[in-house]
């Protein structure tokens, strides 16, 4: 009897087909959306403003090993002012680049016919996104964080999918009972043994503190409030934290004005003062000229203000974010005085090693970057004692209720951001009476307890 044709789908679907996990899955059908929003006021952060957001959402259907099947969705804001910031590039190149990238994703995975777990599909998938990205010509080469962020709602639509075939959580999937290989295939071997379900909880935490997100623009006063939007949202930072009963604050800097970025601090720690105390984050975006400039300010806050100081949870991200080009901007003397986290550097396991080294003591996990890469970050933050926050793209909708089911379900983390409520309330609209714990802030917290769903918890 003649050998049955090798054909390019066998050969690549060989090596997962051996394991035969009956979980499985495959996917069998693709399709991408877009949604576009405008800013109700800008937002600004790194020296740029972003007005208006581009949202993908995709949608997927998938398959086990015997033909059963169900549906996925993931959703994420393609932000290109944040993932690929350009000197040169404008903001419609940048975000064209991205558009590209992810139709050349959706093809690519359509044509795909391995079997696996979405951690195992998205490792063996992420090489071939970036090579797909190294294709793309606009005049720069398109940064690695910017391929996450658009390959990031793909991850999320297998996820969701996978866990809805199994009619459970997806956070309830990643266990051995799941997953073909432990996570020394997607870390290093000191994780030998070891699963995802070691660093999650398997049910969510039914509080997570919002950090309320003050733009290096905003007005924070009444006084400071010079073109009014008039849409009966808050206009000034006291009128946030009555409205939402908010205390925590991310503060927005621009790093490259340390008295002014000093004086902006103790202006917003004044203004919170009149409605309540408050715990602070500060936020660099990579704009800090060195570690030097970063530790004068936190010094100086120090004896100024001590309650100000007092208050600081953790800096963010302080200096650019190729640490290999910046090995001089050691954190070692910051992080004595607060934890710093990586934010735009942590694009995988060895930068978040090489952070450690230079000094970074903890880590902010965004779904942006992929539930995958977040799910795995969370386990090498916990295994090395590290910090963990974790923070958002201006996530409305399917991509903070995801975000949030990250939050609620890492051990430890100190907070989540969440200020789509804030700049683009359009985009949560169609959200808000599904899930009024996650959308409506009333005491400073968001309600997680709900997100006990099937999939990622956006049903």
Request: proline share 6%.
């Amino acid at each position: 009897m003649p050998r049955p044709a090798l054909t390019r789908r066998s050969l690549l679907a060989a090596p997962l087909l051996m394991r035969a996990n009956p979980r499985d899955i495959r996917v069998v059908n693709i399709r991408t959306k877009e949604e576009h929003h405008r800013y109700r006021t800008p937002y600004m952060f790194g020296g740029r403003q972003v007005s208006q957001v581009t949202l993908l959402n995709v949608y997927v259907e998938v398959e086990n090993r015997s033909g059963q099947h169900a549906a996925g969705f993931g959703s994420m804001p393609l932000g290109n002012v944040w993932s690929f910031p350009s000197a040169k590039l404008s903001y419609d190149q940048t975000l064209g680049a991205m558009r590209t990238l992810a139709g050349k994703i959706r093809d690519f995975i359509a044509d795909r016919p391995d079997y696996g777990h979405p951690i195992e599909l998205n490792h063996q998938f992420e090489p071939e996104y970036l090579k797909l990205a190294a294709g793309i010509n606009v005049g720069e080469p398109v940064p690695k964080l910017c391929t996450l962020v658009t390959a990031s709602p793909f991850d999320a639509a297998l996820h969701d999918a996978y866990a809805k075939l199994h009619r459970r959580s997806a956070y309830l999937t990643y266990s051995r009972e799941f997953l073909n290989e432990d996570l020394s295939r997607y870390l290093d071997s000191s994780f030998k043994g070891r699963y995802l379900d070691s660093f999650i909880q398997t049910r969510p935490a039914p509080r997570i503190a919002v950090f309320h997100s003050v733009g290096a623009s905003d007005p924070i006063t009444s006084a400071d409030v010079i073109h009014p939007v008039g849409d009966k949202l808050p206009e000034s930072l006291p009128e946030w934290l009555l409205y939402n009963g908010i205390w925590h604050i991310k503060i927005k800097l621009n790093g490259d004005d340390p008295a002014g970025d000093r004086e902006r601090i103790l202006a917003v720690h004044a203004a919170a003062n009149t409605v309540r105390a408050c715990r602070y984050s500060l936020d660099f975006n990579e704009r800090c000229p060195n570690a030097g400039a970063l530790i004068g300010i936190l010094r100086q806050l120090r004896e100024r203000t001590p309650s100000c100081s007092e208050r600081i949870l953790y800096v963010e991200q302080p200096t650019r974010r190729d640490l290999r080009a910046d090995r001089g901007n050691d954190m070692h003397e910051a992080a004595k005085l607060r934890p710093v986290v990586i934010d735009e550097s942590l694009t995988d396991l060895d930068a978040l090693l090489l952070a450690r080294e230079m000094g970074y003591t903890g880590v902010a996990l965004k779904a942006c970057k992929g539930q995958s890469q977040a799910l795995l970050m969370a386990a090498a933050a916990q295994h090395y004692g590290m910090f963990r926050t974790v923070q958002d793209l201006t996530c409305p909708g399917a991509s903070l209720i995801q975000s949030a089911g990250l939050a609620a379900h890492v051990p430890g983390v100190a907070g989540i951001e969440a200020n789509a409520r804030q700049y683009v309330p359009s985009a949560n609209a169609a959200w808000v009476a599904r899930f009024p714990g996650i959308f409506r802030i009333e005491d400073g917290t968001m309600q997680t307890s709900t997100l006990t769903g099937p999939g990622l918890g956006a049903v």
